[in-house]
């Protein structure tokens, strides 16, 4: 089945220092099933990668010229739909247990929220679960997440301002959000 994409120049917003992340994120929302995402930048994405790979997308990226990258993320055949809760196969099978940890961050600038986190979720056991509210999705946290081996659930409350992470220590090394 052939992809139709979408494309998405955010390089004028970050010649202007802007962050672009929140348009990336609504046009991959608006996105249909059949559909993926044509993105360029002044830069490789690499967070974006792995945030994406963790909503069903797939990429291949190359460098077009002057430092700017097209990067395309086309929608792998079981690819999770990106407004859906998160879950991971784990979070299926169980429900996870009630935070140990709850820490309030939105008033925190990054990188801050994400060395706070990180630090909390050493002093915890295998198993318990840390809860933090945050200003933006957190997409620098997310990969690192996984790399330590922490499952995660996360989304933007109705408010759609305050993201709500939950952290389970010692979890799958897998989700969605």
Known sequence: MMT??????????LKRGGEPFEHIMAAVVALRPDQGLRLLATFKPTPL??????????HSAREIGDGDWEV?????????????????????AQVWPAPAITLDHRD?????????ILAAL??????????AL????????LPE???RGHAWRGGFESD???YRILVRVGGEARSTS
Do not use: H, K, W
């Open 4 to 13: 139709d994409f979408v494309d998405l120049d955010v390089r004028p917003i």
């Open 49 to 58: 990668l792995s945030v994406l790979g963790s909503r069903g997308y797939t």
């Open 72 to 92: 395309l993320f086309t929608p792998a055949p079981t690819a999770v739909d990106a407004s859906a809760p998160a879950a991971d196969d784990d979070n299926a």
């Open 108 to 116: 925190l600038d990054p990188p801050e929220p994400m060395v706070r």
């Open 122 to 131: 050493e002093s915890m056991r295998r198993g318990e679960v840390l809860a």
């Open 134 to 141: 945050l200003c933006r999705e957190p997409i620098f946290l």
């Open 145 to 147: 997440l996984v790399q």
């Open 160 to 162: 759609g301002s305050t």
